[in-house]
């Protein structure tokens, strides 16, 4: 049997990390064999790509950063994500190609026609079953980020940066409701994990 595919995708300071981790041992409390997981990243090579798409020294051009992306999944897809796929465990993966929808799209604005070949050339039979969108007005979301003393490329970015990444993660929830659910993540943490548990609930009767 082979597992299932859950993403988890927001701008920076909706509280991903936190609501990983703990989704991550819901499972594992459910028996679930669980792979946590991350993008850009989660293999050796795949984190060096993440270190050059998120330090680099010099300018990245987006087709660049489009395709470095897509050169880590790859990376990631092929040793990491389809081999535990395939040995029945679940993968719990922090970002997949909504994010590049989001940021390299609606953030830097390349064409979503470019980016769609890409997904399909690289994952074409792949798609989660499940992603959790975590939304929160940009203002509130960089708030909670200031003071985390780390500053990579992407966090240097405007405002009105994120407020087009966020609004085409709404476009993507919008346009695919049964796969994505969207948490209001300017909720208490006990609300926002509550709601977790029902969207946990309903995916793993429904599913
Ligand atoms: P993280 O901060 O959630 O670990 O993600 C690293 C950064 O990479 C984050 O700012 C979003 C960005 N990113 C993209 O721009 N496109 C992508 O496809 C992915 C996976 C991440």
């Known amino acids: 049997m082979t597992g299932r595919f859950i993403t988890v995708e927001g701008i920076e ?21 669980v792979l946590l997981t991350r993008e850009p990243g989660g293999t050796p090579l795949a984190e060096q790509l ?11 051009p987006p087709v660049a950063e489009l395709l470095l992306m897509f050169a880590a999944r790859a990376v990631h897809l092929e040793n990491q994500i389809r081999p535990a796929l395939a040995a029945g465990r679940w ?18 604005g ?31 979301a960089l708030a909670r980020t200031r003071g985390r003393g ?11 940066f994120f ?10 929830a919008a346009r695919e409701p049964a796969r994505v659910v969207t948490v209001d993540a300017t909720a208490p943490l006990a ?4 709601r977790l548990e029902q969207v946990l609930d309903h995916f793993i009767e429904f599913s």
């Open 163 to 172: 407020g087009r990444v966020r609004e085409a993660y709404l476009g993507i």
């Open 13 to 33: 300071g909706v509280g991903k990390s936190t609501n990983l981790q703990w989704l991550a041992q819901r499972l594992r409390a459910r028996g679930i064999d």
């Open 110 to 140: 390349e064409a979503h026609d470019r980016i769609e070949q890409l997904a399909d050339w690289v994952h074409g039979d792949l798609a989660p079953a499940l992603t959790v969108l975590l939304d929160a007005p940009v203002e509130v």
């Open 91 to 108: 993968v719990l993966c922090d970002r997949f190609t909504d994010a590049t929808r989001a940021y390299q799209g609606g953030g830097r």
């Open 191 to 194: 609300e926002v994990q509550h």
């Open 50 to 60: 993440r270190e050059v798409l998120l330090h680099a020294e010099e300018r990245v």
């Open 150 to 160: 780390s500053d990579d490329r992407f966090e240097r970015e405007s405002i009105a």
